[in-house]
């Protein structure tokens, strides 16, 4: 479902309890609600054709994103995926119990150095033509060139998401 500013009431009441002639500040407009959702949407709509082959939407991301780069320590994978480094562990941990991703000894003995393993190229390459059938679904609904649009903005919210989140915030009190 398609909405627009306009879905946006006009009574909306920001957490001061003033009402904004600015839509794009009420609560119902709120980036972490509509992105959060989207995003758990989005892994449940692949999750189903990515179950058969024994992987969820996370993981096919997880080890697509190792098969694309190559070796990366559990920080720059934490990176790469924009998640907290410290989650990685836990992500990978069936991954590597099922053979699919090698976790090694980094030169810094204290790093560990996360790649894709045969068996998990295998897996991949087993998964791929169902998560190309979804990916192209998922294409022909939102229309191409909106969707390269789209990376490319949701791109610059990740960006600004990002460096917001490395400053110091302004709160009031």
């Known amino acids: ?33 509509i992105v959060a959702r ?5 892994v449940a709509a ?37 998640m907290d480094p410290s989650g990685v562990p836990r992500a990978i941990r069936p991954l590597n119990e099922a053979g699919w991703v090698d976790v090694a000894r980094g030169e810094d003995r204290r790093k560990r150095v996360l790649s894709i393993t045969d068996a998990g190229q295998a897996v991949l390459d087993k998964a791929y033509p169902d998560w190309l059938a979804m990916q192209t679904r998922m294409v022909e609904r939102v229309g191409s ?15 600004s998401a990002n460096r917001m989140g490395r400053e110091r915030p302004n709160t009031r009190r």
């Open 46 to 82: 692949y999750d189903p054709v990515l179950q058969p082959h024994g992987l969820t939407g996370h993981q096919y991301n997880l080890m697509t994103t190792l098969k694309n780069t190559g070796p990366l320590t559990v920080g720059e994978l934490g990176i790469q995926l924009g």
């Open 145 to 159: 060139e909106r969707w390269v649009n789209l990376m490319s903005d949701l791109d610059d919210v990740r960006r």
């Open 1 to 33: 479902m398609k909405h627009t500013l306009a879905d946006i009431p006009e009574n909306a009441v920001t957490p001061a309890g003033r009402t904004e002639d600015d839509p794009a500040l009420a609560e119902t407009a709120c980036f972490l609600r």
């Open 38 to 42: 989207t995003s758990r949407a989005v």
